[in-house]
Structures are given as structure tokens and as C-alpha cells.
């Protein structure tokens, strides 16, 4: 068996990014957004294709959302282009079900030609809301969008793999780190054995190490022979196949594999613990 990246560590690696948002070019439809005291339509003249539509319905600003899964403390970037209709301003806001702007908001928005907006954040907490909002309660008063993409800003492996677990399961490792996992899940590592993820020290001379700070332990929720691990992002089910987030699948062994162990016999309730760990990036 071998260290296999999945298709999203990869392209993650390589610097392609996917918006954490659900139809963000409404070319069709405005399928994934909700609409708060307005109605939200799908129409021609965007700033590519169709654009959303946000018409107030008088009762309060008229508004649309949609609710993103986040992690803590990363920073996110929001791209969209925004173009006046008849209201007198709209805007792009960040934030919570409680406060929508809670963490940034554009400010009021005029501009009379499709303009590109950016708003960068860092997340407060696991699911972050983003409303588009047309500021004039006035029934019919509109507001036009388009072209809207959230992003994780990342730097590199270290930012990558930050808040990562490590699923040790039984049996033979999958044919790729894209499919669903094989075996039966024995222990999960985290720190300390929690629920915070791991994070990595400093890259020495192309060698990314655990946080020396950390304890990588976890304890086992069945008994069986380890086989093979996967290292998952934040936000990923190791069960479960992916392409877009980023894993990493190697062997397990007590020599000569990507995870090596004292023992690959994993009895239930016993703790774990990974001493040490690194991830190398070949020269050549």
C-alpha cells in the first residue's frame, strides 16, 4: 500500500479553489437561497448570464441567504458582482441567523454597472450566513447580484491540513483517497483526544511536522487489526467519498508503512497516541 492524495488535496495543493456556495451564477434559478421579505427571481442582463434578482416586498429590507459550513477561526474570501436596480443602495453582508452582518458587510452599494465586491473574514463559528439585501423596504425596489463565490484562503499544506483528524480503520486501504472508506473504523485521532483537529509546526527543509505542543491521541471505539489510516480536512467524513476536500490514505504497520505503530492490534478503549508525524514534500 501507498500514500494516496485525494483529487481535492491536489488541486487544494495546486492552488484551485471551490466556492463553499450553492448556485452562486443563478443562470437558472435561484435554487439554494432564501428569501426574507422579498421575492427572488433569475433574470437575463448579468454580469454573466443570468443574475439574482432581490425585489423587496415592502415589509422589511427585502433580503436572500444561504448558510455556509465554516471552520473557526480560517479566513474566507467572498467575491461578488453587484449592480443598482431601482433601489437606492444595496449590500453584501456576513454573519449569523441572529445578526447578519455580525462579522463584515459591504456598506451601502450604488454602483450603477456590474462592479466586482470582495469581502474577506475569518469565520466565528461552524455555519456562517450570507445575505444579499436590497436597503429599501419600498415594495418592489430591487437589487441585482451575480457571480458570487466564497472561498478558504489557504497557504500551502500547513493551512490545508489545519484542524485535520486521522481515521485508523482494519482492512485493505482503498483504491483512492476520493472513495469510500473500507474496513471498520478503530480509533479517531485528535487532539488530545477531543474535538479539536490537529495543526503542524513550522516546514523544515520540505518536511511538515505535528505541532510538538500537541498530544495526537484518540480513543478506540472497536477491536481489530489496523490496516490503514486517512487524514481528512476539517469539515470532511472520512466514511464517506470526497473530491473536493482534501485527504490524505497511507498504510499502517509497525514498520516500513506511511504510519507506523508500536502495535496494529487495536483493542476497544484503548488509547492511542501518535508520537510523531510528518509530511514530506519531495524535492524532485
Not at 449592480?83 to 454602483?111: C, R, Y
Not at 472513495?179 to 480509533?187: E, K, Q, Y
Not at 523544515?204 to 500537541?214: D, F, I, P, R, T
Amino acid at each position: 500500500m501507498a500514500l494516496r492524495l485525494s483529487t481535492g488535496f491536489r488541486n487544494k495543493i495546486l492552488g484551485q479553489t471551490a466556492s463553499l456556495l450553492t448556485n452562486g451564477s443563478f443562470d437558472s434559478a435561484t435554487t439554494g437561497w432564501t428569501a426574507v421579505a422579498a421575492t427572488l427571481a433569475s433574470v437575463a442582463s448579468g454580469q454573466s448570464g443570468n443574475c439574482l434578482e432581490v425585489t423587496s416586498s415592502g415589509a422589511a429590507l427585502g433580503q436572500a441567504y444561504q448558510d455556509i459550513t465554516t471552520v473557526v477561526g480560517r479566513m474566507y474570501k467572498l467575491t461578488c458582482y453587484f449592480k443598482a436596480g431601482t433601489s437606492s443602495a444595496g449590500s453584501i453582508q456576513v454573519g449569523d441567523s441572529g445578526d447578519p452582518n455580525a462579522i463584515t458587510e459591504s456598506g451601502a452599494l450604488t454602483d450603477v454597472a456590474w462592479t466586482l465586491k470582495t469581502l474577506v473574514f475569518i469565520a466565528t463559528a461552524t455555519t456562517t450566513r450570507i445575505t444579499l439585501e436590497t436597503t429599501d423596504p419600498t415594495t418592489s425596489e430591487t437589487s441585482l447580484f451575480d457571480e458570487i463565490v466564497v472561498d478558504e484562503i489557504m497557504d500551502g499544506v500547513r493551512d490545508i491540513l489545519a484542524g485535520c483528524k486521522i481515521a485508523i480503520y482494519s482492512g485493505t486501504q482503498p483504491a483512492d483517497a476520493d472513495s469510500v472508506a473500507t474496513g471498520t473504523l478503530l480509533v479517531t485521532i485528535s487532539e488530545s483526544g477531543g474535538a479539536n483537529g490537529l495543526t503542524w509546526g513550522d516546514a523544515v527543509a520540505g518536511v511538515l511536522s505535528k505541532n510538538a505542543s500537541e498530544t495526537w491521541q484518540g480513543t478506540a471505539v472497536a477491536t481489530n487489526t489496523a490496516g490503514w489510516f486517512r487524514c481528512y480536512q476539517a469539515g470532511d467524513d472520512p466514511a464517506l467519498a470526497e473530491t473536493v476536500l482534501a485527504r490524505f490514505d497511507g498504510s499502517v504497520s509497525t514498520s516500513g508503512a506511511q504510519l507506523n505503530m508500536s502495535s496494529t492490534s487495536i483493542v476497544l478503549d484503548a488509547v492511542q497516541t501518535i508520537s510523531a508525524f510528518t509530511f514530506t514534500q519531495p524535492a524532485a
